[in-house]
């Protein structure tokens, strides 16, 4: 009773005691009861907050891009009606249960969709260039992008709050900080793609560009060009999308047309891209390893490691590491500086062949802002 009394004060009677225990009891039992409805509050308060900033981010972007095509369309109700039911646009992936064959059904479906897209463009601005219509291309898919995360995010809350789950909530509000990050890197990526500004996937692009520039070149594929340049008496195919405008080409076809031409008398390929970075990896960072180093839903993969692997032709692959943020907006000057590391690797790799080797260099990534 003395310690008691000691801890809530001397002239505290044995009633203010038990009040005040029952007090933290009575709180207890109350959190125990409905604490999880008090964190439902919370997580529905922050994905609310969340869900308006990524509806707002969804309407400027689609606004936007509007605006970017009026001005060479001419602006109009129903061009802006159609460019927002564009934007559920989808492609479904060929059934991959049975493999065989896979690759050439993906790479159909892969080249109608990018059809149908310039179809519509076209069909929105009959008068656009080429450079516009890639540009459109790309703008369209940003908008597309941020309209997919905000119904994704929007149709998880509804049904958590329509099932009462905490879980479909807690689990929402747990990976919203990162899909805020990359919602704001996409909206961000709006600013490169309208200005054509070099972005960081265009490291490979920068390189080969760096490694030919003044020098002739030919349209080998479609948006893919080829050059040859002559380096201590070792040649040097070097590939890379047709630039300034936003494209990255058909590197994998542009390199299997090579071989075959050549009849698969090419003795390296060294490839360069941009690479997703760790957390902790600084940015603009080099690795070397082998393999194809290119991000690329299959296709054009495929078609270089078949090649590489028929006529046993080793595959280089050199990286610049990226976060995604760095990867779809403005070129940063650490990525930058880092083309002339690549291109010194790519001199000690070519030294290690003798005289009279001829490599494939393939600067792999979107080429906009970056000619030849």
């Given at each position: 009773m003395i310690v008691i009394q000691q801890i809530v004060g001397q002239d505290t009677g044995f009633s203010s005691v038990l009040q005040y225990i029952l007090s933290i009891m009575l709180f207890l039992f109350i959190w125990i009861l409905f604490g999880n409805r008090f964190q439902m509050i919370i997580w529905i308060w922050n994905i609310k907050k969340a869900l308006r900033v990524l509806t707002d981010m969804s309407t400027k972007a689609t606004n936007q891009v509007i605006e970017k095509i009026s001005k060479v369309a001419g602006s109009n109700f129903?061009?802006?009606?159609?460019?927002?039911?564009?934007?559920?646009?989808?492609?479904?992936?060929?059934?991959?249960?049975d493999p065989s064959g896979i690759i050439y059904k993906l790479e159909h479906l892969l080249n109608t969709e990018r059809k149908r897209i310039r179809e519509f463009i076209l069909s929105l601005a009959p008068t656009a260039s080429k450079q516009d219509i890639d540009n459109f291309e790309n703008l369209l898919a940003i908008a597309q992008v941020l309209n997919i995360i905000y119904k994704y995010v929007r149709h998880n809350f509804i049904l958590g709050e329509k099932t009462k789950s905490p879980y479909i909530l807690m689990q929402?509000?747990?990976?919203?900080?990162?899909?805020?990050?990359y919602a704001r890197a996409y909206y961000d990526a709006l600013t490169s793609f309208i200005?054509?500004?070099p972005i960081g996937d265009g490291i490979g692009?920068?390189?080969?560009?760096?490694?030919?520039?003044?020098?002739?070149y030919e349209r080998i594929v479609e948006d893919t060009i080829a050059a040859e340049i002559f380096f201590e008496g070792r040649k040097l195919i070097v590939i890379k999308a047709e630039g300034p405008s936003g494209v990255v080409g058909k590197p994998g076809e542009a390199i299997s047309k090579i071989i075959e031409i050549r009849n698969g008398n090419i003795d390296g390929i060294v490839m360069i891209d941009a690479a997703m970075k760790l957390e902790g990896e600084e940015v603009g960072s080099v690795a070397e390893g082998v393999g194809a180093a290119i991000g690329d839903p299959g296709p054009e993969k495929y078609k270089i490691?078949?090649?590489?692997?028929?006529?046993?032709?080793?595959l280089y692959a050199l990286v610049v590491k990226e976060s995604l943020e760095d990867a779809i907006t403005v070129m940063k000057k650490e990525i930058f500086d880092a083309a002339d590391k690549i291109i010194e690797k790519i001199r000690a790799i070519v030294m290690n062949y003798p005289k009279g080797a001829t490599l494939i260099i393939a600067g792999i990534g979107n080429t906009m802002g970056i000619g030849q």
């Open positions: 129903e061009l802006s009606s159609r460019v927002k039911t564009f934007l559920d646009f989808f492609t479904i992936y060929p059934v991959d249960l929402l509000e747990m990976i919203i900080p990162l899909i805020m990050r200005n054509l500004q692009a920068l390189v080969a560009a760096k490694l030919i520039y003044g020098q002739k490691e078949e090649e590489a692997t028929k006529h046993k032709i080793p």
